[in-house]
């Protein structure tokens, strides 16, 4: 069992940065696929950004330049640095795990076992 823990959302105005930090409860992140997704409401829940065992690392298309995910083996945390925020990136974004072989350089799917309870990012126009 993992347990996930999300921190740093808030307010923000469009054209402004804030950086997610998600703690978790296990010393091996580094044998996990981790990944920030978001939900917007009335929409789908979105993958924005994985990091695979080996150090791989994938973006959504609306979000590719703007964000970038990066974990610290020691703290065991997952961060989501997003620049350049937009009103369309509101939303609850979550922090989500699995298991994967430590070889791993991607993280297809959608499909994660550990789930964080989220934090809400708002950006305004």
């Known amino acids: 069992q993992v347990q996930l823990v999300e921190s740093g959302g808030g307010s923000v105005q469009a054209g402004g940065s804030l950086r997610l930090t998600c703690a978790a409860s296990t010393s091996l992140m580094w044998r996990y696929c981790l990944a920030w997704v978001r939900q917007a409401p009335g929409k789908d829940r979105e993958v924005v950004a994985t990091l695979a065992p080996a150090g791989g690392t994938s973006y959504a298309d609306p979000v590719q330049g703007r964000f970038t995910i990066s974990r610290d083996n020691t703290e065991n945390t997952l961060a989501l640095l997003m620049t350049d925020l937009k009103p369309e990136d509101t939303a609850m974004y979550y922090c989500?795990?699995?298991?994967?072989?430590?070889?791993?350089?991607?993280?297809?799917?959608?499909?994660?076992?550990?789930w964080g309870r989220g934090t809400q990012v708002t950006v305004s126009s």
């Open positions: 989500a795990t699995r298991s994967a072989p430590v070889s791993a350089m991607e993280c297809p799917g959608t499909d994660y076992t550990y």
